[in-house]
Nanobody, 117 residues
Framework: QVQLVESGGGLVQAGGSLRLSCAAS????????MNWYRQVIGKHRELVAT???????KYADFVKGRFTISRDNAENTVYLQMNSLKPEDEAVYFC???????????WGPGTQVIVSS
């Protein structure tokens, strides 16, 4: 099993920055990729960014150039640096680990980001 805990959410003004953290524990050797998703109440959860075990990264078009996903292997932590935040970035942000065996994915409980205009 893999346990994930997000932190770093909070209230920020539009144009500001936040850095989210996702600390992983447990069977971290089984993790193939780490992802950040976000969800607004009443809407589907959407993929924001991915970082693979090889270090490759992918971003949703709506965050390209503003958000950066990174990881610290020594700390078993993945980060999401969010710059130039917009009111439409307001959501609950979730960390997800993709693993090689059932259940194939684990989710953290999420952290709320509020962007004031």
């Amino acid at each position: 099993q893999v346990q994930l805990v997000e932190s770093g959410g909070g209230l920020v003004q539009a144009g500001g920055s936040l850095r989210l953290s996702c600390a992983a524990s447990g069977s971290i050797f089984s993790i193939n990729a780490m992802n950040w998703y976000r969800q607004v109440i009443g809407k589907h959860r959407e993929l924001v960014a991915t970082i693979t075990s090889g270090g490759g990264t992918k971003y949703a078009d709506f965050v390209k150039g503003r958000f950066t996903i990174s990881r610290d292997n020594a700390e078993n932590t993945v980060y999401l640096q969010m710059n130039s935040l917009k009111p439409e970035d307001e959501a609950v942000y979730f960390c997800k680990a993709d693993v090689s065996a059932w259940p194939y994915e684990y989710w953290g409980p999420g952290t709320q980001v509020i962007v004031s205009s």
